[in-house]
């Protein structure tokens, strides 16, 4: 299945995505549990949302934090890297409204195994020592 069911608190309720690990980035915008069962069942049928129920009940693991499904991401403007605050703000707090941020760019790190892009400062969230230098 490529996809993870995200959930975040938002003004004291349980928001919900869905994060594609196809596209790396959010496909639905702040929704309740049972728009997010409504949609699997559309996406996977009856017995894919009883799959999904089953799971749930049974305490597996198929609700993510998103830092847990943020690690590797293409959520921004132009499929740049976006942070945690960044996801938390524009896909469940904003819900898609106004303008996309724009994050981290990967094609610029000079050691991408080195750097962690949710860390970092001076306009440049990578925190590898080269990439620092050329930016």
């Known amino acids: 299945m490529g996809w993870r069911i995200v959930m975040h608190e ?8 869905i994060w594609s690990s196809i596209v790396d980035a959010p496909i639905t915008y702040g929704s309740t549990m049972k728009q997010i069962k409504n949609l699997w069942k559309q996406e996977f ?3 894919g949302l009883e799959n999904l129920e089953s799971a749930l009940k049974a305490g597996t693991k198929r609700i ?10 293409r959520a921004g ?6 942070t945690p605050a960044q996801i938390v703000d524009y ?5 898609g409204k106004g303008k ?8 610029h790190c000079l050691h991408p195994d080195k750097c962690n892009p949710d860390k970092g400062k001076d306009g440049c969230i990578c925190t590898c020592e080269g990439c620092k230098e050329a930016s």
């Open 10 to 17: 938002v003004e004291g309720k349980e928001v919900f995505i």
């Open 45 to 47: 049928g009856r017995s």
């Open 64 to 73: 993510f934090t998103i830092q847990e499904a943020s690690t590797v991401n």
């Open 77 to 82: 403007l132009n499929e740049t890297h976006l």
């Open 91 to 95: 896909y469940f707090v904003r819900k």
């Open 100 to 107: 996309r941020p724009e994050g981290w760019d990967p094609s």
